[in-house]
Nanobody
Framework: QVELVESGGGLVQAGGSLRLSCTAS????????VGWFRQPPGKEREFVAA????????NYADSVKGRFTISRENARNTAHLHMNSLKAEDTGVYFC?????????????????WGQGTQVTVSS
């Protein structure tokens, strides 16, 4: 069973950038969908972005389009979420997740494996 570990979270000022990483152990997710979700304080977990490993493309929430980008390093079983022009409303715990499939869905229930999350705090 693949296990996921997120890293790269922290405190950043508004307008700054962070790069989150999601690394798989005990397996690989190179052919699968990797998604990123976040949970703002006191709110439900929400979709951020997803990338298909099998030519199914990418999917971004409207709130992050043009600011966030997913990349993948298959040789290292790692995916990154590059976050630029960060805003206070981007604050939350960020989770990576894997979906055994090709379509980069935005629905939480479509994902099979989840990491523990990493905190991102954007100060205004």
């Amino acid at each position: 069973q693949v296990e996921l570990v997120e890293s790269g979270g922290g405190l950043v000022q508004a307008g700054g950038s962070l790069r989150l990483s999601c690394t798989a152990s005990k397996g690989t997710f190179n052919a699968d969908v990797v998604g990123w979700f976040r949970q703002p304080p006191g709110k439900e977990r929400e979709f951020v972005a997803a990338s298909s490993g099998s030519g199914g493309g990418e999917n971004y929430a409207d709130s992050v389009k043009g600011r966030f980008t997913i990349s993948r390093e298959n040789a290292r079983n790692t995916a990154h979420l590059h976050m630029n022009s960060l805003k206070a409303e981007d604050t939350g715990v960020y989770f990576c997740a894997v979906r055994f499939g090709t379509v980069p869905h935005s629905t939480r229930g479509e994902y099979d494996i989840w990491g523990q999350g990493t905190q991102v705090t954007v100060s205004s």
